[in-house]
């Protein structure tokens, strides 16, 4: 059969026909079904393709140019993995509401505890409220003095807050004697 201007019997305009060989086919299986965990060239390599070369036909693979085919294999099969793996509110309210249910189940009260907590977080009962210190290390002496005295204007203020400090880090017990003689 004579092809007349180089068109394909298809009429798709392309010189050859572009069907997914067995190496391309498990190579799109590899790399969607461990997307994440292989390389392309780890894919390419297991796939069948040689070592030496794997590399560079893995990239050849993912190049939608030379291979329109493959990627948008890839790409369909990855869009529904993507729907899989998307995070939100109502997904994952029922995913902690299952498992706190199996928990409940088996008794492992910690586990369904946490994802009672991990549910009102996400629906938004609790607020979680983180408090950092900051030291800053470059305050000479005249301005830890200063601030001080900002906190405290006199001296007897001072010494009121440093008495109720120390009360409330030493109760009277522990002012009691313990039994044991002082040397």
């Not at 369909?76 to 729907?83: E, F, H, I, N």
């Not at 995913?95 to 907590?117: P, R, T, W």
């Amino acid at each position: 059969m004579k092809m007349k201007n180089n068109k394909p019997p298809d009429n798709t305009g392309k010189k050859y026909l572009t069907e997914l060989t067995s190496k391309q086919r498990k190579f799109i299986d590899l790399y969607c079904s461990r997307y994440g965990e292989l390389s392309a060239s780890d894919c390419a390599r297991l796939a069948g393709y040689e070592s030496d070369s794997a590399h560079s036909r893995a990239t050849e693979l993912l190049n939608w140019r030379k291979h329109p085919a493959v990627v948008r294999e890839i790409d369909l099969r990855l869009a529904d993995s993507r729907k899989l793996w998307s995070i939100d509110r109502d997904k994952s309210l029922a995913e902690l509401f299952k498992i706190k249910q199996k928990a409940d189940e088996k008794g492992m009260l910690g586990v369904s505890a946490k994802c009672a907590e991990l549910r009102a977080k996400l629906g938004g009962l609790f607020i979680e409220r983180i408090q950092t210190m900051n030291i800053n290390s470059e305050l000479s002496e005249e301005d830890i003095n200063e601030k001080i005295k900002k906190l405290f204007p006199t001296k007897e203020d001072f010494q009121k807050g440093q008495h109720d400090l120390v009360e409330g880090l030493y109760n009277e017990e522990s002012n009691k004697p313990t039994g044991k003689k002082k040397k």
